[in-house]
């Protein structure tokens, strides 16, 4: 069953498949989607180099530059802040 997740959840999730290399190319994404809120909501922290999104003119998508995204130390820092709220997988 799907649930509803926080921006906060959202946003460990993608620092998460950042550090672990997840994304092996950008994203096309709604303007309207989680992703895309996620993705701008991080963009200007510190936490990401490499990160941007570009908004396609005349259409609700934007491209998320994923692919090249790498964690600053204060990305880390913030991953590692939480996981300790987050990560239910006692196995760290």
Same mark, same amino acid.
């Given at each position: 069953?799907?649930?509803?997740?926080?921006?906060?959840? %959202?946003?460990?999730?993608?620092?998460?498949?950042?550090?672990?290399?997840?994304?092996? %190319?950008?994203?096309?994404?709604?303007? $309207?989607?989680?992703?895309?809120?996620?993705?701008?909501?991080?963009?200007?922290?510190?936490?990401?180099?490499?990160?941007?999104?570009?908004?396609?003119?005349?259409?609700?998508?934007?491209?998320?530059?994923? $692919?090249?995204?790498?964690?600053?130390?204060?990305? $880390? $820092?913030?991953?590692?802040?939480?996981?300790?709220?987050?990560?239910?997988?006692?196995?760290?």
């Amino acid at each position: 069953m799907a649930k509803n997740v926080s921006l906060e959840e %959202s946003v460990y999730q993608l620092l998460k498949d950042i550090d672990r290399n997840y994304f092996t %190319s950008n994203r096309q994404v709604n303007t $309207k989607s989680m992703l895309y809120q996620t993705v701008e909501s991080v963009q200007d922290t510190g936490w990401v180099d490499n990160l941007k999104l570009e908004e396609i003119e005349n259409y609700p998508l934007a491209t998320a530059t994923l $692919k090249q995204a790498e964690l600053t130390d204060a990305g $880390k $820092k913030h991953l590692e802040e939480l996981k300790e709220q987050f990560d239910t997988d006692k196995e760290k």
